[in-house]
Nanobody, 121 residues
Framework: QVQLVESGGGLVQAGESLRLSCAASGSSFTMNVMAWYRQAPGKEREFVAAISWSLGATDYANSVKGRFTISRDNAKNTVYLQMNSLKPEDTAVYYC??????????????WGQGTQVTVSS
């Protein structure tokens, strides 16, 4: 089992920045990918960004490219999402996702409890 604890959400004005953190803990897991998703009121959860744990390869939704940066600290099992130039449409609950597993191992997905990000215009 993996537990994910997110932090860093809040209320900011358009154009400002926030940094989200997600720390993973548990016993005997092999981290494969960590990602951020978000869900705005009345909308489905959508992909924001992901990072592969071994190589650090990243992927972003088109809507956040150039504004958001995902990074990781392998030693701390923590992933970060630096969000710059925030827009009102970025307002959502942001969820951390962790996928564990690898060659010869089962893959499992875990989710954090979510952290609210509100951007005022």
């Amino acid at each position: 089992q993996v537990q994910l604890v997110e932090s860093g959400g809040g209320l900011v004005q358009a154009g400002e920045s926030l940094r989200l953190s997600c720390a993973a803990s548990g016993s005997s897991f092999t981290m494969n990918v960590m990602a951020w998703y978000r869900q705005a009121p009345g909308k489905e959860r959508e992909f924001v960004a992901a990072i592969s744990w071994s190589l650090g390869a990243t992927d972003y939704a088109n809507s956040v490219k150039g504004r958001f940066t995902i990074s990781r600290d392998n030693a701390k099992n923590t992933v970060y999402l630096q969000m710059n130039s925030l827009k009102p449409e970025d307002t959502a609950v942001y969820y951390c996702n962790a996928r564990t597993g690898g060659p010869g191992l089962n893959f499992n997905d875990y989710w954090g409890q979510g952290t609210q990000v509100t951007v005022s215009s």
